[in-house]
C-alpha cells in the first residue's frame, strides 16, 4: 500500500493525505527476520531468538519505498500489516550470469 497524491491543503497550508493505493507484487519471498538478545540478558530468559519483523525478496525492479506499508497473502501473516524500514538493497546484476537479483527489504509489524 502506498498513500496517493494530496488532494489538497489543510487551514494551515500542509499537505492532506491523499488515499491508500493498493497493488500486488507477485513473486515474493517472505522470510522471518530475526535478532538474537545479548546473552545473559533479560529478553534471553526463556528464549534464544526473537522474530522482529520480515525480509521480503521482491522480483528485479520492484519499485519499494521506505513510505510504503505491505500485506503478505499467507496463513501465517494474514491480516497483519508491516511497514517498510530502511532503504531496499537491489542486488543489481549477477557478475556471473548478468541476471538481475531481487530487492531486499526490511519491514516491521505495525502495531496500535
Known sequence: MRTGESPGRDPRGQP???PDESFDVPGCVVAPRAETPPVG???QTGRD????????YAPP??????????QVDGERY????F???GEPGDWGHSPFTGTRGPVQ???D???G
Open 16 to 18: 492532506l493525505p491523499g
Open 41 to 43: 540478558g533479560p529478553e
Open 49 to 56: 531468538t526473537v522474530i522482529v519483523g520480515i525480509t521480503v
Open 61 to 70: 525492479g520492484t519499485d519499494v519505498r521506505t513510505t510504503d506499508r505491505i
Open 78 to 81: 494474514e491480516d497483519v500489516l
Open 83 to 85: 511497514e517498510v524500514t
Open 105 to 107: 527489504f526490511a519491514a
Open 109 to 111: 509489524r505495525v502495531t
